[in-house]
Nanobody
Framework: QVQLVESGGGLVQAGGSLRLSCAAS????????MGWFRQAPGKEREFVAA????????GYADSVKGRFTISRDNAKNTLSLQMNSLKPEDTAVYYC?????????????????WGQGTQVTVSS
Protein backbone atom coordinates (compact mmCIF):
# COMPACT_ATOMS: atom_id res chain seq x y z
CA GLN A 1 0.00 0.00 0.00
CA VAL A 2 1.42 3.34 -1.01
CA GLN A 3 1.56 6.18 1.53
CA LEU A 4 1.10 9.75 0.30
CA VAL A 5 2.09 13.06 1.89
CA GLU A 6 1.17 16.41 0.34
CA SER A 7 3.00 19.70 0.85
CA GLY A 8 3.21 23.15 -0.68
CA GLY A 9 -0.14 24.64 0.24
CA GLY A 10 -0.51 28.14 1.61
CA LEU A 11 -2.06 31.56 1.26
CA VAL A 12 -1.69 33.39 -2.05
CA GLN A 13 -3.32 36.37 -3.72
CA ALA A 14 -5.55 35.96 -6.74
CA GLY A 15 -3.45 35.70 -9.88
CA GLY A 16 -0.57 34.11 -8.00
CA SER A 17 0.96 30.66 -8.21
CA LEU A 18 1.61 27.69 -5.95
CA ARG A 19 3.25 24.33 -6.52
CA LEU A 20 1.92 21.33 -4.61
CA SER A 21 3.96 18.19 -4.12
CA CYS A 22 2.97 14.67 -3.17
CA ALA A 23 5.66 12.33 -1.86
CA ALA A 24 4.93 8.62 -2.19
CA SER A 25 6.47 5.85 -0.11
CA UNK A 26 5.95 2.14 0.35
CA UNK A 27 5.69 1.45 -3.36
CA UNK A 28 6.97 2.69 -6.69
CA UNK A 29 4.99 5.47 -8.32
CA UNK A 30 5.18 4.29 -11.93
CA UNK A 31 2.59 1.59 -11.26
CA UNK A 32 -0.03 4.09 -10.10
CA UNK A 33 -2.49 6.35 -11.79
CA MET A 34 -2.27 9.50 -9.67
CA GLY A 35 -4.85 12.16 -9.10
CA TRP A 36 -5.27 15.54 -7.46
CA PHE A 37 -8.65 16.30 -5.90
CA ARG A 38 -9.89 19.20 -3.82
CA GLN A 39 -12.61 19.85 -1.31
CA ALA A 40 -13.94 23.24 -0.32
CA PRO A 41 -15.97 23.74 2.90
CA GLY A 42 -19.50 22.44 2.49
CA LYS A 43 -18.79 20.94 -0.92
CA GLU A 44 -18.07 17.47 -2.22
CA ARG A 45 -14.58 16.37 -3.11
CA GLU A 46 -13.94 17.09 -6.77
CA PHE A 47 -11.49 16.01 -9.41
CA VAL A 48 -8.72 18.42 -10.40
CA ALA A 49 -6.16 16.51 -12.48
CA ALA A 50 -4.83 13.02 -13.14
CA UNK A 51 -1.70 11.37 -14.49
CA UNK A 52 -2.15 7.84 -15.82
CA UNK A 53 0.46 5.18 -15.04
CA UNK A 54 3.13 4.18 -17.52
CA UNK A 55 2.91 7.37 -19.58
CA UNK A 56 -0.79 7.05 -20.23
CA UNK A 57 -1.38 10.78 -20.39
CA UNK A 58 -2.98 13.46 -18.24
CA GLY A 59 -6.43 14.90 -17.72
CA TYR A 60 -7.84 18.05 -16.16
CA ALA A 61 -11.10 19.41 -14.87
CA ASP A 62 -12.47 22.13 -17.13
CA SER A 63 -12.23 24.62 -14.28
CA VAL A 64 -8.42 24.33 -14.11
CA LYS A 65 -7.52 23.52 -17.71
CA GLY A 66 -4.84 25.89 -18.99
CA ARG A 67 -3.96 27.06 -15.48
CA PHE A 68 -2.85 23.89 -13.66
CA THR A 69 -0.26 21.34 -14.73
CA ILE A 70 0.16 17.88 -13.24
CA SER A 71 3.53 16.17 -13.49
CA ARG A 72 5.30 13.20 -11.98
CA ASP A 73 8.85 12.09 -11.34
CA ASN A 74 8.75 8.32 -11.02
CA ALA A 75 12.44 8.15 -10.14
CA LYS A 76 11.86 10.43 -7.15
CA ASN A 77 8.42 8.98 -6.37
CA THR A 78 6.82 12.41 -6.43
CA LEU A 79 3.75 13.98 -8.01
CA SER A 80 3.36 17.72 -8.49
CA LEU A 81 0.63 20.19 -9.32
CA GLN A 82 1.72 23.58 -10.65
CA MET A 83 -1.12 26.05 -10.13
CA ASN A 84 -1.00 29.38 -11.96
CA SER A 85 -3.47 32.25 -12.26
CA LEU A 86 -5.12 31.18 -9.04
CA LYS A 87 -8.65 32.34 -8.29
CA PRO A 88 -10.53 32.63 -4.98
CA GLU A 89 -12.71 29.71 -6.09
CA ASP A 90 -9.61 27.50 -6.11
CA THR A 91 -9.57 27.73 -2.30
CA ALA A 92 -9.84 24.21 -0.90
CA VAL A 93 -7.98 21.38 0.75
CA TYR A 94 -6.04 19.60 -1.99
CA TYR A 95 -5.53 15.85 -1.85
CA CYS A 96 -3.20 13.51 -3.66
CA UNK A 97 -4.65 10.07 -4.49
CA UNK A 98 -3.43 6.84 -6.09
CA UNK A 99 -4.84 3.72 -7.74
CA UNK A 100 -2.50 0.92 -8.79
CA UNK A 101 -2.51 0.09 -12.51
CA UNK A 102 -5.70 2.12 -12.75
CA UNK A 103 -7.31 3.68 -15.77
CA UNK A 104 -7.89 7.39 -15.84
CA UNK A 105 -10.79 8.34 -13.56
CA UNK A 106 -12.36 11.49 -12.16
CA UNK A 107 -14.23 9.69 -9.38
CA UNK A 108 -12.76 9.86 -5.84
CA UNK A 109 -14.16 6.42 -5.03
CA UNK A 110 -11.90 4.86 -7.68
CA UNK A 111 -8.78 5.88 -5.73
CA UNK A 112 -8.11 3.74 -2.63
CA UNK A 113 -5.04 5.60 -1.35
CA TRP A 114 -5.11 9.21 -0.12
CA GLY A 115 -2.86 11.75 1.52
CA GLN A 116 -3.90 13.94 4.44
CA GLY A 117 -4.40 17.04 2.29
CA THR A 118 -2.86 20.50 2.13
CA GLN A 119 -4.77 23.77 2.44
CA VAL A 120 -4.74 26.27 -0.43
CA THR A 121 -6.28 29.67 0.23
CA VAL A 122 -6.56 32.29 -2.51
CA SER A 123 -7.45 35.80 -1.39
CA SER A 124 -9.21 38.29 -3.63
Amino acid sequence: QVQLVESGGGLVQAGGSLRLSCAASGSTLWRYTMGWFRQAPGKEREFVAASVWSGGGTGYADSVKGRFTISRDNAKNTLSLQMNSLKPEDTAVYYCAARIFGRDSTRPQDFPSWGQGTQVTVSS
